[in-house]
């Protein structure tokens, strides 16, 4: 799975369709928001995988999630835990950009925030359970050893130190912004 095979999923008719039941959302609203917000929260990944006092930490969480499965979206959805995936939006974006991003898009598409806000913390999980895999899956298909640079570097396409993020997701940023 690539990030733009990760992105299909994320904004595909299931993992919509899931989203618009757990926070009693339209399927057409959250659909829209998804689009708005998730560059954004994979800009705010690669900021943390590829600054030095958030790398180890990111790669931790990526292990982390990683291991959860999410090839039943009803089940994971299920499960979400919201708060933990709050906290996720939070180091995504920042604190105070977390809740500017929810006030902005509940203006710009009638949405209330808190569904808003409830729409990041649960997919903010599932973007990093899809990313974690995807890790994980780039460093044994390179004999690297499973560490946090390997995680990193595999994950954003910076060979093994994880310091050159022009591949993987910069390459899918650059193509959402053209």
């Known amino acids: 799975m690539d990030f ?4 299909s999923a994320i904004t595909g008719s299931d993992s919509v369709s899931q989203l618009s039941s757990l926070t009693g959302t339209s399927e ?4 829209g928001i998804l689009s708005q917000v998730l560059p954004q929260l994979l800009n705010g990944a690669q900021g943390q995988a590829t600054n030095q ?6 790669a931790n969480a990526l292990t ?8 039943d979206l009803s089940s994971f959805f299920g499960g979400v835990d919201l708060e933990d995936g709050g906290k996720i939006v939070e180091h995504l974006l920042g604190k105070e950009n977390a809740v ?3 006030e902005t898009l509940s203006q710009e598409s009638g949405v209330a925030s808190s569904n808003i806000s409830s729409i990041l913390s649960a997919t903010a999980p599932l973007l990093m359970s899809m990313m974690g895999q995807q890790a994980s899956n780039d460093a044994k298909d390179s004999d690297a050893d499973l560490d946090f640079t390997s995680l990193v570097g ?3 396409g910076g060979g093994s130190n994880g ?11 650059s193509g ?3």
Do not use: M, R
Not at 28 to 31: E, G, M, N, P, T
């Open 4 to 7: 733009n095979s990760i992105f």
């Open 64 to 71: 982390s999630h990683g291991q959860a499965d999410f090839s």
């Open 53 to 58: 006092e958030t790398a180890a930490s990111f």
């Open 163 to 173: 310091k050159d993020a022009t591949g993987g997701l910069g390459n899918l940023l």
């Open 28 to 31: 057409k609203d959250v659909s």
């Open 176 to 178: 959402l912004f053209k």
């Open 100 to 102: 500017a991003t929810a």
């Open 154 to 156: 595999s994950l954003f």
